[in-house]
C-alpha cells in the first residue's frame, strides 16, 4: 500500500510561483508512475502532468506545458511540481497519485493511490 502525502500549496498572486511536494511511503518509489492532478468544485479531476518511475520521460497537459515542471528524487521518496506564472485558473485543490507501473499514464484513470490534496489559491 502506498501512502501519498501533499505540501507546499497556498495563496499566491497572480504571476508568483509555488513548488508542491509529495512525499511516499510504502512499496518501492522507483518503481512506480507519479502524476499530479487538480480540481475545482463541479469539475472532474484534470491530470496536469506525470513523470515515469525512473525519471526519464514526463507528460504534461497543454494548460500547463511551458509553466510547470515535475521532478522527482527517488532518493527521497518525493516528486515535486514547480508551478511558475500562476494564474487564477490555476486555482484548485492539488493531488499527487502513484501508478502500480513504472510507465506513466496519460489518463487520470491510470493511478492507483492518492493523497489527501492542497489547496493552491491565485489571486488577481
Known amino acids: 500500500q502506498v501512502q501519498l502525502v501533499e505540501s507546499g500549496g497556498g495563496l499566491v498572486q497572480a504571476g508568483g510561483s509555488l513548488r508542491l511536494s509529495c512525499v511516499a511511503s510504502?512499496?518501492?518509489?522507483?518503481?512506480?508512475?507519479m502524476g499530479w492532478l487538480r480540481q475545482v468544485p463541479g469539475k472532474e479531476r484534470e491530470l496536469l502532468g506525470a513523470?515515469?518511475?525512473?525519471?526519464?520521460?514526463?507528460y504534461y497537459t497543454d494548460s500547463v506545458k511551458g509553466r510547470f515542471t515535475i521532478s522527482r528524487d527517488n532518493a527521497k521518496n518525493t516528486m515535486y511540481l514547480q508551478m511558475n506564472n500562476l494564474r487564477p485558473e490555476d486555482s484548485a485543490v492539488y493531488y499527487c497519485a502513484a501508478s502500480a507501473w513504472e510507465r506513466l499514464s496519460v489518463s487520470r484513470h491510470g493511478y492507483d493511490y492518492w493523497g489527501q490534496g492542497t489547496q493552491v489559491t491565485v489571486s488577481s
Open positions: 510504502g512499496g518501492t518509489f522507483g518503481r512506480y508512475a
Open positions: 513523470i515515469s518511475g525512473r525519471g526519464g520521460e514526463t
